[in-house]
């Protein structure tokens, strides 16, 4: 069974400085997800990792996968207030029936 | 474009009552799927299905129903509603692998908030 695993949970930054999120997953998973989610608005999909060594950025994002040390990482390079958000990665489980595993977010509060 | 469509946006239920949710798509995606959010509990898969005619259950499937009748709908049944099930739920849905195209990212709904009292 895949279980997914972020952390931190919460994180609290100041504007313009670098942050990563971790993103752990237990069994094979040869797709990662991030999502990212505003306070009561639905979730939006910013990277789909397909294979090992995986990177996609966009703007401040980066995201990588390591699927032989089952990690993957959301880097934040100088961070803006507009990227407070929580940011879910989900794994897939049950090859190709789509299902996705998420983790439990990561609260995400940048302040000036 | 529409993509995922949920109604309704916001209920509230009494225990006991029975309610679905709707859930539609004009993607002309074969999986479908919904899940559940609760505070601190990221996001639960309820039930899923891969095409018309079949569904399956996920992690959390106990006092839920689904039927897949069409490609575009996949409507979400409460059978006797329970403070438990008050929630947050996204209805999801992706191109499948098994076509050998797409790449299984789930496009969600704007959600529905249940209250069960």
């Known amino acids: 069974e895949l279980k997914v695993e972020q952390n931190p949970l919460f994180l609290s930054m100041q504007e313009g400085k670098n942050y990563t999120i971790y993103c752990n997953y237990s069994t094979t998973s040869d797709r990662l997800y991030w999502y990212r989610q505003d306070p009561g608005k639905s979730l939006e999909s910013l990277f789909v990792?397909?294979?090992?060594?995986a990177v996609k950025q966009e703007g401040r994002l980066m995201a990588s996968l390591d699927t032989k040390a089952r990690l993957s990482t959301l880097h934040i390079t100088a961070a803006v207030h507009d990227l407070s958000a929580t940011y879910f990665c989900a794994g897939n489980y049950g090859g190709s029936q789509g299902n996705l595993i998420f983790g439990k977010g990561t609260k995400l509060s940048v302040k000036p | 474009n529409a993509g995922v469509t949920q109604t309704p946006k916001f209920q509230v239920l009494k225990t006991g009552q029975s309610m679905t949710l709707q859930c539609a798509q004009d993607?002309?995606?074969?999986?479908m799927s919904w899940y559940r959010q609760d505070p601190g509990m990221g996001l639960r898969l309820i039930h899923y299905?891969?095409?018309?005619?079949?569904?399956d259950q996920g992690e959390v499937p106990n006092g839920y129903n689904v039927s897949r009748s069409t490609t575009e709908d996949f409507p979400l049944r409460l059978l006797s509603a329970a403070p438990s099930q008050t929630s947050v739920y996204f209805c999801a849905s992706s191109e499948t692998f098994m076509a050998g195209t797409g790449t299984g990212e789930l496009f969600f709904g704007e959600g529905s908030r249940l209250t069960v009292l």
């Open positions: 299905s891969v095409g018309a005619g079949i569904t």
């Open positions: 990792l397909l294979s090992n060594g």
């Open positions: 993607m002309n995606h074969e999986y």
